[in-house]
């Protein structure tokens, strides 16, 4: 015979302390691979590649793998909101604005915080989107067009830069020859260093013919003069100037006595 099982107080005593213990809280946290879609940009002519890496934290009074299971239970939902989101703000932007819109959709999407079954999830979305492909392959070929242009300006800079130095070189040697007659000759030299003796041959010859020259002059100057009967000249400039004074009525001065001008008789 079995005794009926007793209740009352005792009982009620002892089933508070089977109760179900109090766990401390935990959290754990997951990253997930890349995923990747396409977005339309502005006008939808274009669509921008996109990748999104979700960054989950998952805390509560349970154990670690109730944390990852909530997690597996919120992504795919998760992933949907985040295309959606991308997409709707994305779509204001033109295809070369990919920088302006990422930096748009990584803005709206800091972060968000669920609570569902007692477990805190916060979820961070990381968004890298890039310009089409043909948006790229354009921009590529206006950089290369402009690089050129750079470097070829930088290369016409060098070059007037050089020839400009080279002017300056050039006027200095050839405004100091101007006065040295044997630049020439040590210029020639410059440019072929051989036949010393003929460049010396030269110089003495130029000398010499230089000098012949001068006393030609020299010689054709004064048979020149011999020539002019220059005692005849001035006399003849004496008299008209004092014949010119006396037609206009102005004072003519006295000559000096024992000048070659003055009457032969006042000499004496």
Known sequence: MTRPERTGWTSVIRSWFRSTPILESTSTHVIDPPFAFETPAFNDSFHFPVT???????????????????V?????????????????????????????????????????????????LECTA???????????????????????????????????EAMTDLRRRWRELLSEGLDDWITPHAVRLAETPTGIADVTDTMLGERRSEAEAFLGMVKRVVDAQQAANVFDFV?????????????????????????????PDDAS
């Open 126 to 160: 990381v968004i890298r989107l890039l310009p089409p492909l043909p948006v790229v392959q354009q921009q590529q070929q206006f950089l290369h067009q402009r690089l050129e242009r750079e470097a070829d300006h930088e290369a016409t800079k060098r070059q007037i």
């Open 72 to 120: 597996n239970l919120c992504r795919e939902r998760f992933r949907y909101f985040v295309e959606d989101t991308i997409r709707f703000y994305a779509r204001g932007f033109e295809p070369h604005r990919a920088a302006d819109a990422e930096a748009m959709v990584n803005e709206k999407l800091k972060g968000v915080r669920v609570v569902d079954h007692g477990v805190q």
């Open 52 to 70: 999104v890496r979700l960054q989950w934290r998952a805390t509560g009074n349970c154990p670690a793998g109730t944390l990852s299971s909530e």
């Open 235 to 263: 006399a003849s400039s004496e008299t008209v100037m004092r014949n010119t004074l006396k037609m206009m009525g102005l004072p003519v001065p006295d000559l000096v006595p024992g000048s070659v001008f003055s009457d």
